[in-house]
């Protein structure tokens, strides 16, 4: 079959990409941008990317005509700008304006569970999305899915964050709300399971596993499984606001996403029985094993997808590209060079920088920086990044942004997403002649972006100093 896939650096669309090419479809990848697609992770000839922006009609007459399945992956709602449950429908009118012309027979649509009478402003958009694309000249199959557990999701990783953070936990009531957890292997094989059939056309169905739980059962499992003593204490009192902050304090969200979690979170996700598990042969897997295969995963380092590297700034939305020339008129700039002996260990230990392994410098500075950010309402240090030795255009990177990551030019180039007063980026690059360069660029938002380069100066003469010779040094990367 020739398959559109839409979200495609989204968490969702990453885990299936690789099932649809093994499965030998021809797959038509829709992204914004695709200096954010991994090129390195696809070898397949059965796979075209295309640039398509879903909120500008004009930019999808790219989708090709003679598709015969699209699968509707897209979602707003960690959005930091405007409001995502406009710009949903919107994506969609214009997704079902576009697929009308082609001659697909059937959309799969991936929401959310929305069975109760009283839905979050989450459930609701994902819920009016599925009404736009009903009706139309394609059959619809709607998949709706409670908390997907599964490396790199955002349940799993906020979960984690909490568990392993936080010993004792004062918590807000919404812990007692019940919901169906299901693997991300399951949602992977429904979304392959229903392609192309015809009996689930027009329909919807909710999709979760065996296990109906409490978002306490599930830390306090969670804790069992990494064989952690935890205790947790309900409290009435926590408005949504504080409880949003709570989140966004202890786990790796974004203040909005945040938000919008809390508010979903307060609404029983169960789902209404049905017997498409059944109909498609899919053994349903149990919440303890999810979490289980989520951790091989992650102690093997074959994270596939990260839901962090999904999450940009609204500066990127005009695509990564424009950022990738490094500006030079009116610009700060820390440079500094050091020739190495041994190319091949310094350029393991550009590649594995942040995260668990640090900035080899002064590692204390950079988190109280993140701490700072995040009181300011940034991203702080707490997304770390997904693979520990690989990195990818578009991943996130603790507080930065990859925008290249090249090894056989050996250059890395980050952009800043910590709340500045101007623009940042940081860069490393090794020349033919084994000199190492490493450069700091600031460009200044007027006079308060002047004053911040020249406060932070004197921990730049430190960090940026120390960060070089640790690079330099002829001693192989060693993961920690």
Not at 83 to 89: I, L, R, S, V
Not at 108 to 132: D, F, Q
Not at 219 to 229: M, P, V
């Amino acid at each position: 079959m020739k398959i559109l896939l839409t979200g495609v650096t989204g968490y969702i669309a990453q885990r299936l990409l690789p099932v649809l090419l093994g499965d030998k479809h021809e797959v038509i990848c829709c992204v914004r941008d695709k200096n954010r697609f991994n090129y390195k992770n696809y070898s397949a000839q059965n796979l075209t990317v295309i640039e398509a922006d879903f909120l500008n009609s004009a930019t999808l007459q790219q989708i090709p005509n003679d598709i015969d399945v699209a699968y509707y992956l897209i979602h707003s709602m960690s959005t930091e700008t405007g409001d995502f449950e406009n710009m949903e429908a919107v994506c969609a009118t214009n997704f079902k304006n576009r697929i009308e012309q082609t001659n697909a027979k059937q959309v799969v649509y991936l929401s959310g569970i929305s069975n109760a009478s009283e839905l979050s402003k989450h459930l609701s958009s994902r819920k009016n999305v599925e009404t736009v694309l009903s009706g139309s000249t394609f059959a619809l199959t709607t998949l709706k899915a409670g908390i997907i557990v599964g490396s790199g999701s955002a349940s799993f990783e906020i979960i984690r964050d909490l568990v392993e953070k936080l010993p004792f936990m004062i918590t807000p009531s919404w812990l007692k709300t019940k919901c169906q957890p299901i693997a991300i292997r399951n949602v992977v094989e429904f979304l392959i399971g229903v392609l192309g059939k015809t009996e689930t056309y027009n329909k919807s169905y909710d999709i979760g596993g065996p296990d109906v739980l409490s978002y306490k059962e599930m830390l306090l499992i969670f804790a069992k499984i990494r064989g952690l003593k935890r205790s947790i204490v309900i409290v009435p009192v926590m408005t949504p606001k504080i409880s949003s902050y709570w989140l966004y304090f202890v786990t790796a969200t974004s203040f909005a996403l945040a938000k919008n979690l809390v508010n979903s979170m307060k609404i029983e996700v169960i789902c209404t029985p049905n017997n498409l598990a059944a109909l498609l042969g899919i053994k349903l897997i149990k919440y303890e094993t999810a979490i289980e295969m989520a951790f091989d995963r992650i102690e093997q380092n074959q994270v596939l997808s990260s839901w962090k590297d999904a999450q940009t700034s609204a500066i990127f939305t005009g695509g990564l590209s424009k950022y990738i020339e490094v500006p030079v008129n009116g610009c700060f700039k820390d440079i500094r060079t050091m020739n190495i002996s041994n190319p091949v260990a310094s350029l393991e230990k550009i590649w594995a920088i942040g995260g668990k392994t640090g900035w080899y410098y002064g590692n204390w500075l950079w988190k109280l920086r993140g701490f700072l950010d995040q009181l300011a309402g940034g991203v702080g240090m707490r997304r770390g990044r997904k693979s520990d030795t690989e990195l990818a255009s578009g991943e996130a990177l603790d507080f930065w942004r990859v925008l290249l990551a090249n090894k056989n030019e050996q250059r890395l180039l980050l952009y800043a997403e910590m709340k500045l007063p101007g623009e940042a980026w940081l860069e490393f690059k090794i020349d033919k002649n084994n000199l190492l360069t490493q450069t700091a660029t600031f460009r200044p938002l007027g006079v308060l972006g002047r004053l911040y380069w020249y406060s932070v100066l004197p921990f730049h003469g430190l960090i940026f100093k120390g960060m070089i010779e640790k690079i330099a040094e002829p001693i192989p990367y060693s993961p920690k």
